[in-house]
């Protein structure tokens, strides 16, 4: 429902407490009954706590900003707070006159037809009120229309015990208005406590019962959550805003993690629609973590990355070796120290009896300035790659050679086809060998980038073609 509703219910409201408080306290200064003067005075209560949540809906709709992230709904909790220390007020004040009434009588009351008649009116226009501004505080889960519904309809009860006490009054009974005035300010008072327990809940940011559990549970159940560490849920209005902190595999990239964070939310919203859910994601060292995840993470957590990754059990010890890769312009006393702090943390974390074995590698961070080449060079790596290819069985045949002059020397590439059903531990080693070759070839190459595809790729069927086509035809017989 619109905010503009909730305006127009409330400022239906003010008006429909100005106009009972002045027929009320007419018809009370006239009479001199001090139930009805005490409905007067419940009336003006009313006119003022409408008035404070015409203006609380009014702020409490505005959209969150720097100062107020959360928004302004509890600004309507505000103006209920505000509401229920008046009805305590209030009803102190018609205790306290009651009392002095019935310890020192006056003159009695009189009990009017149009005294009767101006409870009555009021008692209809009360259940109109209530229903009005009940319906409207359920559809938004506005606390300040939901306080002055209660103020309607703490009227009415109050109302009718002010007719009952008329009607004993009428019959000669003329201390019942004032028992009746006290029946009143109980009533104030009991609509107050209900009211104030509530308000002082949304305040101190108790999250209504069983949302914990719901969101503990959906958020449990996202396939990547290995434990729900913690919820925490506040209301605000109809917004219900929540925190909810997941514990992840810490081996998961950080792609995933985000999806997952995505996914927990949207369970969460799922189970409980009003929400506006926070997810944080926390590492978490799982039971099935293998050694290799655990070099790769601790690594990646010093800004290091680490490949060829083997681990193996020698006379039963663990032992771990892997590749790491440094930038290329440390000194190796540099690279060595990173080396050892990395060796250090994985011996922490899985023991003194851990045997690592670390080779450096410096990882290339500079843009070079490349040209390509042709003539004598081109030539040279080709007859290179020819010879190792013949001396390699399974790469049957190669395309697409470059080469390049750059700062740090030649260097080449090209694909190489391979059968489809070859693996690929052989693949790597028969295109360690063909690099290596090159290498060892042609005088001033620095580096070889060798690309494997299958045979049946589309691209490799075309050059295979291609090859074909332009071999020179085979020597007569």
Known sequence: MSSGAKESVALSSVFASAGMAAMKLAVGLLTGSLGILSEAAHSLLDLGAASLTWFAVRIGD??????????????????????????????????????????????????????????????????GRSRALSKVAKETGSHALEADALHFSSDILSSAVVLAGLGFVAMGWAWADSVAAIGVAGFVALAGWRLGRQTVEVLVDTAPEGVAERIHAAAAAAPGVARVERVRARPAGTVIFVEAVVKVSRTLPLEQVERLRRDVALRVRAAVPETQTLVVAEPLTLSDETIAETVRVLAAARGLSVHNVGVATVEGRPHVSFDLEVDEALTIAAAHAQASELEDALQAELGPELVVDTHIDPRRIHVFAGTALAGPELAATQAALDAALAATPLAKSAHDLRVQQREDGLFASCHCLFPDNASIRE?????????FAILRGVPGMSRVVVHAEPLSHPEAAENQRGIRENAPPPPPA
């Open 62 to 127: 505005q959209p969150a900003d720097e100062r107020h992230p959360y928004g302004h709904a509890k600004f309507e909790s505000v103006s209920a707070l505000i509401g229920t220390g008046l009805l305590f007020v209030t009803s102190a004040f018609i205790v306290k006159e009651a009392v002095g009434r019935l310890l020192s009588p006056g003159e009695p009351a009189e009990a009017t037809w149009y005294s009767m008649a101006v409870i009555a009116v009021s008692i209809v226009i009360d259940i």
């Open 427 to 435: 693949v790597h080693a028969a295109t360690e060998r063909i690099e």
